[in-house]
């Protein structure tokens, strides 16, 4: 219920970026000794981190399969499928896009031949020589995996043998770089490019600096990948580089992920192709997030970049959605103050949970005639008598729904020895619900002393560990 706006913004992505309006458009001939006649093939292409189908078309009585159409599409790499979908090579859309290749379904890279593409006969002659490299290299790394405990000589000796190879990969790229820097081949072995770290600096203590690897890497991460240019979202390369950065090199705390977003999508601006795919794919994945807290990188994204109308491609009803969604998520962000609750007991006594003097306090919204709750609810009541009161936790245990005589007796059934509170008034019930976005139950949030927002959504055999480390981050700041 909550993401289905996310999904009608990727009908908005690939309706806008289908065609790239060149009337001159494209004719592509595809022979592949193997296929049957008749037999349906697709053209299909790359986009972030999914394959589209953009064509398909029958193989004829000569072997070949003519993908032909008005419009140009957008330059980068593509795939022909042919039947059965298991196998697929890839090629580059050009500029032209007027161009033939024969192959052989036995070998496809072997048996490339091409007719009126520069593009691709670089393509193709790049990953022949690679493919000659792999078949050098993989039983090298087979005999040093082998080797490598037993005989460190040999062992070393095959090393060399494989980083020789790797240099001549290396110098292969370079030298067709240099040769071809207009191509966007070339572009693509550049976008591979990993950083090159030089030595660490040597710091005032005479010690090297062991985080200056990390820190090199990450700054010249995208140095040879242009994000402003769209042909690369088109691409195998991009959405892995994106995510490396995203998941691997950013820490993962929201802040951080914010400023590591913001880098991205201004570095992109001048693309509105990829600013848009970096804006939408950005705010989707951590609004879709299972991980505790990222709904904060969400919010951030709201905020900055459709608040403010930067995102062009949303239309109003769209844009209502997610912005609506977003301030319903804010009030709720960890580190911010729960918002305030004042309902009645089982005996008609108004409880605030402001009032609520303890180390922590657990908000738990349940629903006594719910099959989930009836699991989980005995749960953290174990929990609850076992470990955390002694740890000066309180239990604020919210019924969301009406029936009061039935949940009178599920408290004294099961000896709910803890605050609970239900509100009588159906109005007043349905906005706690909106407040503290309750659409399922049961939902756990964590408060401190102070009832700011520790954790949220979480299960109760987590609470135990969870205070643990709140307690020893907070021996920390005393010190």
Known sequence: MK????????????SASAFAGDPEGYNIKITAKGLK???MCQLARYYGDKQYIMDSARVNEKGEVIFKGTEKWPQGVYLFVPPGKSRYFDFIMDAGQNFSIETDTADFVKSMKVKGSEENKFFYDYQNFMSGKQKLIEPLRASYT??????KDSAKIIQDKMAGIDKEVKEYKENFVKNNPGTFVAKLFKAMDEPVIPEAPILANGKKDTTFAYHYYKTHYFDNFDLTDDRLLRSPIFHNKIKQYMEKLTPQIPDSISVSADYLVEKAR????????????????????KIMGMDAVFVHMVDKYYVTKQAFWVDSTQQYKITKRAYELKPLLIGKKAPAINMPDSTGKYISLYDVKSKYTVVVFWDHGCGHCKKEIP?????YN???KAKGVQVYAVETE??????????KDYKLNWINVQELDDYKRAVTKKIYDIYSTPVIYLLDENKIIRAKRIESEQLENLIDILDKEKAKEKK
């Open 3 to 14: 993401h289905l706006f996310t999904q009608a913004l990727a009908l908005i992505f690939i």
């Open 37 to 39: 006649p008749e037999s």
């Open 146 to 151: 082998r080797l490598k405990d037993k005989n």
């Open 270 to 289: 001048p693309s509105q192709e990829v600013f848009k795919y970096l804006v939408y794919w950005l705010t989707y994945t951590y609004e879709s997030s």
């Open 379 to 383: 749960k953290l009541l174990e929990a």
């Open 386 to 388: 076992k470990s955390l």
């Open 402 to 411: 009406d029936k009061p005589e039935d949940w009178k007796k599920f408290i």
